[in-house]
């Protein structure tokens, strides 16, 4: 496995999470999307080489994507959670199209 993506778990609404994913190789652009129970997976945010960023905008706000490339992880910082948050975040490369494992987030009180 190329992309190890941790940090899921259990938070309240209005809480916080931040998921890691690290790379066993220099990152390119790199992305994050989720899948929710019965819904197709969906772009959340990315990052590119140079730092560059965008978001879904439901996330908008409240989420930040960054990059650490001397230790090739990438982040996303997921604050005022929602229940709607609720879902197996997954991170790519969008370059390769690589996927790491997915990690889950129930956003729940």
């Known amino acids: 496995v190329q992309l190890q993506a941790s940090g899921g778990g259990l938070v309240q609404p209005g809480g916080s999470l931040r998921l890691t994913c690290a790379a066993l190789?220099?990152?390119?652009?790199m992305g994050w999307y989720r899948q929710a129970p019965g819904k197709q997976r969906e772009f959340v945010a990315a990052?590119?080489?140079?730092?560059?960023?965008r978001y879904d905008d439901s996330v908008k706000g409240r989420f930040t994507i960054s990059r650490d490339d001397a230790k090739n992880t990438v982040y996303l910082q997921m604050n005022k959670l929602k229940p709607e948050d609720t879902a197996v975040y997954y991170c790519?490369?969008?370059?390769?199209?690589?996927w790491g494992q997915g990690t889950q987030v129930t956003v729940s009180s």
């Open positions: 790519t490369d969008m370059w390769t199209n690589s």
């Open positions: 990052i590119t080489s140079g730092g560059s960023t």
């Open positions: 190789y220099s990152l390119n652009a």
